[in-house]
């Protein structure tokens, strides 16, 4: 089975905090996503990567950064924390890039900031 | 941008009835995929449906597609009280540039199933 594991189920983070955010796939997937997760907003994407150090941004990338420095390993940014990105954030990955394959995530990181 | 728009919002039927959740979206798509979400859990896969076909099974799932009007259902037979989640669509453009690994989820329909 396919396992995405995001570091922590649960943070809470104060205001101008730098904040890391860690997911783990153990497939050999070379797709990896990182979403947050609102109500009434649905899933958005914030950073994919294709391979590693390759990223691109997704739809709401503004306040965040990613790193991919292994293949296993795509790490999830807040440079400074506000309270706007109190959120749910889902880690995903999959198989080839350039392949529609269906994506795996990770239990997902509750975030609050306060 | 939204891509799929999921309908109804929110369902609630009892244990036993089928459930239907239909989805439309915008512009050409290479395939449509319905994930299911558990109370605050990650997503998981149920079925991936290509644009060339129009009807797909899994168990109790049965996905439908109409290129032609831009919508898919996605119908669970015989429905359980462990099928009470979020369910999303979610589709990869067919001119997405390249990026056609990327998918645009819905917003997700609640369906509750009662004992």
């Known amino acids: 089975d396919v396992k995405v594991t995001q570091s922590s189920r649960y943070l809470v983070k104060r205001t101008g905090e730098k904040v890391f955010l860690e997911c783990v796939q153990d497939?050999?997937?070379?797709?990896m996503f990182w979403y947050r997760q609102d109500p009434g907003l649905g899933l958005r994407l914030i950073y994919f990567s294709y391979d590693v150090k390759m990223k691109e941004k997704g739809d709401i990338p503004e306040g965040y950064s990613v790193s991919r420095e292994k293949k296993e390993r795509f790490s999830l940014i807040l440079e400074s924390a506000s309270t706007n990105q109190t959120s749910m954030y889902l880690c995903?990955?999959?198989?080839?890039?350039?392949?529609?394959?269906?994506?795996?995530f990770g239990p997902g990181t509750r975030l609050t900031v306060t | 941008s939204q891509q799929g728009e999921e309908d109804p919002q929110a369902l609630s039927i009892q244990e036993g009835e089928n459930a239907t959740m239909n989805c439309s979206y915008k512009t050409s798509i290479n395939n449509l995929q319905w994930y299911r979400q558990n109370s605050g859990r990650g997503l998981v896969h149920l079925i991936l449906i290509r644009s060339n076909e129009r009807e797909k099974h899994s168990g109790r799932l049965r996905v439908t597609l109409d290129t032609s009007k831009k919508s898919s259902s996605l119908l669970i037979t015989a429905s359980r009280a462990a099928d009470t989640a979020s369910y999303f669509c979610?589709?990869?453009?067919?001119?997405?540039?390249?990026?056609?690994?990327?998918?645009?989820f819905g917003k997700g329909t609640l369906l509750t199933v009662n004992p």
């Open positions: 497939m050999d997937h070379e797709n």
């Open positions: 995903a990955s999959s198989l080839l890039a350039g392949v529609p394959y269906e994506q795996y």
């Open positions: 979610a589709t990869d453009l067919s001119d997405s540039g390249g990026s056609n690994y990327k998918l645009t």
